[in-house]
């Protein structure tokens, strides 16, 4: 069995990558700048994790998987070279995983890994065993991976990786489709180059694809999908659809039909209209795959969510303490729309991800933030980019006060969490969102009452 050695293994795409090859038998190993609790996870099932990076850990390894993000000159990839060791890229090994099952694969801007987990939790707890890959840590599932001995393997394909347009599943879920992702010029090829290339790799992605099934409520992706064999999904369209819709505090209820018969009553233990849309498509998904709708929707009803998805962090004299990941201005409105929904007073502690997102979108963030009661607005979390001149938190901060919000504001992270801790109670719900690492502000909120 070949060696496979994954460059940042601590990641949340990699770490399921190296651990569902690990199960299959192959010889694993791998290393990170900084080990993450998914890393620590290998290590203690056998797979060879080292912290940092070195040429020397290339002894003996057959393939070096490493991202599109891993410049060229970095000293393990160079070596790689130097040692005529083959170079591969996450997505062709998701790829070649998937091509040993029936394949399902989720993919859009929004919504994909409540929507795969969804899929993944039905498809579990009816029994299907399914080998699972998703990018969040899913409680139901023990991970962001899962082995299994059944035929069906379920994916999360990111669409922000333009290799993904060739990944070739038998079913190819697709949630939505907007402009993230996107900058021309970058290095690498890390992104797509503008808004045309993500359609134009979407389009190949789905064209790729046994059939379809695609959110009928976005007028993009009913074009994208044209000539397609397809079957839509939605609120309001498509062949699956949800009628009677119930969204209540921490909850919410639907009819689900096909093709204009009630097959199912709903319950789902996560909030959000949003989230009704991702469940309809999990259950169309167990649908086609044919599994009983009445059965999916029994499994579907225990289902607790994803990390970092709505998810409660704690609690403060009263106050309800919730982690979200939304950092798209889309995900920011809906998730606000859910969390208004509740009842209390939102106060939301928005951390920007990214230079560039900010950059191109710091007025539509602002736009979406206006749900909220209160806005403490953080300075951007770069992840691996470098600051752009001129772009911080303020530029959104600002925005949101030019609209006239009356309680929003740019602070430091121990400004907000000083401020929030003095003045949390009974009635207000806390939201700390974005992608970075803002759920440990959360944290520390919910652990000062100790």
């Known amino acids: 069995m070949k060696h496979i050695h994954f460059m940042g293994i601590g990641g949340v795409g990699i770490s399921a990558l190296a651990y569902v090859l690990h199960r299959e038998g192959w010889k694993v190993s791998g290393c990170d700048?900084?080990?993450s609790d998914l890393a620590r996870r290998l290590s203690e099932l056998g797979v060879?994790?080292?912290?940092?990076?070195?040429?020397a850990h290339l002894k003996g390894v057959d393939v070096l998987v490493a991202s599109n993000a891993v410049p060229a000159n970095h000293p393990e990839r160079r070596a790689a070279h130097d040692a005529g060791i083959p170079v591969i890229a996450r997505m062709q090994v998701l790829a070649g995983i998937l091509k040993r099952g029936r394949s399902i694969g989720v993919s859009g801007t929004h919504g994909k890994t409540t929507t795969t987990s969804m899929i993944a939790h039905i498809f579990t707890q009816l029994g299907a065993d399914p080998v699972v890959l998703v990018g969040a840590a899913v409680p139901s599932l023990g991970g962001n991976a899962r082995w299994g001995n059944g035929t069906h393997r379920i994916a999360e394909v990111d669409e922000s990786d333009p290799l993904f347009a060739e990944v070739a599943?038998?079913?190819?879920?697709?949630?939505?489709l907007e402009?993230?992702?996107?900058?021309?010029g970058t290095a690498r090829q890390t992104y797509h180059a503008d808004y045309a290339s993500l359609r134009s790799a979407a389009r190949r992605y789905a064209e790729r694809a046994g059939s379809v099934l695609y959110n009928a409520d976005?007028?993009?992706?009913?074009?994208?999908?044209?000539?397609?064999?397809?079957?839509?999904?939605?609120?309001?369209?498509?062949?699956y659809r949800a009628e009677n819709v119930r969204l209540e505090a921490e909850s919410s209820r639907f009819t689900m039909l096909a093709g204009g018969n009630a097959v199912a009553e709903v319950e789902l233990t996560v909030p959000g209209r949003h989230n009704v849309e991702n469940a309809v498509a999990a259950m169309a998904v167990a649908h086609l795959e044919g599994l009983a709708p009445r059965e999916a929707a029994h499994a579907l009803s225990g289902y607790r969510g994803a990390a970092r998805r709505f998810e409660t962090t704690g609690h403060l004299r009263g106050a309800w303490i919730v982690d979200d990941y939304a950092h798209h201005p889309t995900e920011v409105k809906a998730t606000l729309a859910a969390a208004r929904g509740t009842g209390r007073t939102v106060r939301v502690v928005f951390q920007p991800h990214r230079y560039l997102?900010?950059?191109?979108?710091?007025?539509?963030?602002?736009?979406?933030?206006?749900?909220?009661?209160?806005?403490?607005?953080l300075d951007v979390y770069a992840a691996s980019e470098e600051p752009i001149e001129g772009v911080s938190g303020a530029l959104i901060a600002n925005r949101?006060?030019?609209?006239?919000?009356?309680r929003a504001r740019f602070a430091t992270w121990e400004e907000t969490r000083r401020e929030l801790a003095a003045s949390a109670g009974p009635g207000d719900l806390i939201i700390t969102m974005g992608a970075?690492?803002?759920?440990?502000?959360g944290r520390e909120l919910a652990e000062s009452e100790k």
């Open 48 to 55: 060879d994790v080292r912290n940092g990076h070195d040429a």
């Open 218 to 239: 976005w007028d993009e992706l009913e074009t994208i999908t044209r000539g397609l064999d397809r079957i839509g999904y939605g609120l309001e369209h498509g062949y």
């Open 357 to 377: 997102r900010t950059r191109q979108m710091w007025p539509r963030f602002a736009e979406a933030l206006l749900g909220a009661d209160e806005v403490w607005v």
């Open 179 to 184: 402009d993230d992702h996107v900058a021309a």
């Open 33 to 35: 700048a900084h080990l």
């Open 436 to 441: 970075g690492d803002v759920w440990k502000l």
């Open 169 to 176: 599943v038998d079913l190819a879920v697709l949630t939505n």
């Open 400 to 406: 949101l006060r030019e609209l006239g919000h009356q």
